[in-house]
């Protein structure tokens, strides 16, 4: 889903002209900004929503 989301990115930015080089990486679970669960346990949406993101580094 990620590199899916990545990529959809990217397009986004190609269709719109930006034809400078654009690298798509995915990091998944390796690099999240939110823990995905509760200390209980239990599912956390408010963290998983924050995981759902597409980062730029434009050089």
Avoid: C
Avoid at 37 to 57: A, T
């Amino acid at each position: 889903m990620g590199l899916e989301r990545a990529n959809n990115a990217k397009l986004y930015f190609e269709k719109l002209g930006i034809t400078s080089q654009i690298i798509v990486e995915t990091f998944g679970k390796k690099r999240p900004v939110a823990p995905n669960s509760l200390p209980n346990g239990k599912d956390n949406p408010e963290g998983r929503q924050k995981n759902r993101r597409v980062n730029f580094l434009i050089e």
